[in-house]
Every structure is written in C-alpha cells, then in structure tokens.
Nanobody
Framework: QVQLVEHGGRLVQTGGSLRLSCTAS????????MAWFRQAPGKEREFVGL????????VYADPVKGRFAISRDNAKNTVYLQMDSLKPEDTAVYYC???????????????WGQGTQVTVSS
C-alpha cells in the first residue's frame, strides 16, 4: 500500500504557473505508475497525466498537452505536476493517484491523495 499527500494548490491568475507535489509514504513510487487527475465542480474526475515507473514515459490528456509536465524524484518519493499557461478551465481539485498500471482510467488506480484545490482567476 501507499499513502499520498498533495501540496501546492492555490489561487493563481490566468497565464500563471503552479507546481503541485505529491509525496508518498508506505512504499516507493519507483514501483508505481503515478498519475494526476482533476475534478471541477459538477464534473466527473478526469485524467490529466501519468508518469510510468519506466523512466521518461509520460502521457498527457489533450487539454493539458504542452502546458503541464509530470516529473518524479524517486529519492524524495515525490511526483510533481508543473502547470504553465494556466486557464480558468484548469480550475479543479487535483488528485494524485498511484497503482501498478499503464492505464489512464480513474478505476485503474487504487491509491489516492486527498486532493488540492487549484483556482485560476480570469
């Protein structure tokens, strides 16, 4: 099992940048695919991106391609979501997730953080 805690969400202006972090405990992230999802009010939780345990393999959802980047620091047992050129439609609660999968569906992940709120003002 692995426990996940996200940090870094806050209010930011359109066009700004933000870096979220997700720190794991209980197990090492090097053996997991680490993913980010987000959920806006009244909407389903949606996939943002993932970093496979194999180094260098990342996958992103179309709305964030070219703006968001996931990185991981296995020594710190932490994964990051760098978000640039933020838009109001990026406003959501962002969740970190982990599992031994290569898929991008929320049902494929058994381990979740509590979420961190990101609000992008127009």
């Amino acid at each position: 099992q692995v426990q996940l805690v996200e940090h870094g969400g806050r209010l930011v202006q359109t066009g700004g940048s933000l870096r979220l972090s997700c720190t794991a405990s209980g197990n090492t992230i090097s053996t997991y695919t680490m993913a980010w999802f987000r959920q806006a009010p009244g909407k389903e939780r949606e996939f943002v991106g993932l970093s496979m345990k194999s180094a260098g393999i990342t996958v992103y959802a179309d709305p964030v391609k070219g703006r968001f980047a996931i990185s991981r620091d296995n020594a710190k047992n932490t994964v990051y979501l760098q978000m640039d050129s933020l838009k109001p439609e990026d406003t959501a609660v962002y969740y970190c997730a982990a599992d031994r999968t290569w898929r991008d569906g929320k049902a494929d992940y058994n381990y979740w953080g509590q979420g961190t709120q990101v609000t992008v003002s127009s």
